[in-house]
């Protein structure tokens, strides 16, 4: 019985050997091509920076590995402070892979960290309210939270009876990257603030404050000294803005002093952003001497003055005037700045070291 069975089993096998034989060729094909299928990217942080509630004053090193991935694949990293936000700065949103497979680049601090592989021509949000997934561009997404420790204390100086935090990272305000000392903002003991543009151990920096609150609609004066000869490639920036909305929200009102890097151009203006709308700029000319620059903001109403001297009212001079009544922000988490810094966009530049004086802030609703 046994004989039988086993001569009914062979001559199974031999009636079927066409199938068997198609079967351990397919597994051979199968294992073979498997083989030369590339790995996916393992995409990985190796170096945290510390959790932080965020903000524009501080940066700090982010570091990771992507292994197996493609020389033209690079990183996008984000630091997560209400939004997330792209590092280390919008015109610089990328980070190069190493060919050892490691990355690393600064970040601003944030609460939460993120690192996204992505393909070439991919194109990252400045900034998004939700990481994007995996697709469309984006290979690996890779996030942690930030590392626990003490809080990181910005300089905090005192001017006309309320506190700025200066900064000390980087920005990339102007279309270039500028690097921030807050030596170089200080106030005297007369009161004043002064900011400078300076040299230090071979190394160009600039000036930047923030009010540490918000007011939202009212007026804002500023009461300057001589900026009329700033050298072309300065400019002197005095805004509202709140940080924590998304780029393509527009909430930026400007006073700008600046030849933007030419002899002949005029040397001060005001701006409803975006600028690059014409009716959203008035240039004008600003002379020698102590002047005031006033923002009137209302609702739908931004109305801008510059006046001669430190006093605003009858029988002062008005330098200029504008009123926009298109694209006007509404309030919500915005403050004041006051910044100089180095304009890159001129060929023509030469730098030189620049101060500004600024002799009084006031906020009246």
């Known amino acids: 019985m046994r004989f039988m069975n086993f001569v009914a089993v062979t001559a199974c096998i031999r009636r079927r050997q066409p199938d068997i ?37 501080q940066v700090d090193y982010i570091e990771g590995r992507a292994s197996d991935a493609r020389p033209d694949q690079q990183i996008v990293v984000y630091a997560h402070s209400g939004l997330w936000y792209v590092q280390p700065f919008v015109n610089r949103p990328f980070t190069k892979i190493q060919a ?3 990355w690393k680049n600064s970040t601003h601090l944030g609460t939460e960290y993120a690192a996204l592989l992505v393909e070439p ?6 900034k998004i309210e939700a990481l994007p997934k995996e697709g469309s561009g984006v290979v690996a997404v890779v996030t942690a939270p930030g590392k626990a420790a003490a809080p990181i204390v910005s300089k905090v100086v005192h001017f006309s009876g309320y506190d700025w935090i200066v900064r000390s990272a980087a ?22 603030l002064h900011l400078q543009m300076a040299i230090r151990d071979g190394r160009w920096s600039c000036a930047n404050v923030r009010l540490t609150r918000s007011f939202g609609y009212g007026t804002y004066r500023f009461v300057v000294q001589d900026s009329a000869d700033l050298q072309p490639s300065a400019v002197l920036g005095i805004y ?13 009102l400007n006073i700008e002093l600046s030849r933007w890097g030419g002899t002949s151009k005029k040397n001060a203006q005001y701006v409803v952003q975006p600028y690059y709308v014409p009716e959203n700029i008035s240039r004008f000319m600003v002379p020698a001497g102590v002047l005031t620059h006033s923002l009137r903001w209302q609702p739908g109403v931004a109305s801008f003055t510059t006046t001669r001297g430190p006093v605003v009212g009858s029988g002062f001079k008005s330098i ?6 298109s694209g006007i922000p509404t ?11 180095e304009f890159h966009h001129s060929k023509n530049i030469s730098q030189r070291p620049a101060e500004v004086v600024i002799e009084k802030f006031e906020y009246l609703p």
Not at 121 to 126: K, L
Not at 243 to 249: L, Q, V, Y
Request: aromatic content about 8%; hydrophobic content about 30%; glycine content about 8%.
């Open 21 to 57: 034989f198609l079967v351990l060729v397919s597994v051979l094909l199968v294992s073979c091509h498997s083989k030369d299928l590339p790995r996916k990217p393992f995409l990985q942080m190796t170096r945290v920076p510390i959790a932080n509630p965020g903000g524009p004053e």
């Open 320 to 325: 200029s005037e504008h009123v926009f009544t």
């Open 171 to 192: 920005s990339d305000r102007g279309g270039e990257t500028n690097s921030y000392d807050p030596a170089n903002a200080w106030v005297d003991q007369k009161g004043y």
């Open 240 to 252: 509202t803005l709140d940080e924590g909305k998304p780029d393509e929200i527009r909430n930026e």
């Open 121 to 126: 021509g991919y194109h990252p949000e400045p």
């Open 331 to 341: 309030p919500a988490a915005e403050t004041v700045h006051i910044e100089l810094y």
């Open 100 to 102: 050892d497979s490691t």
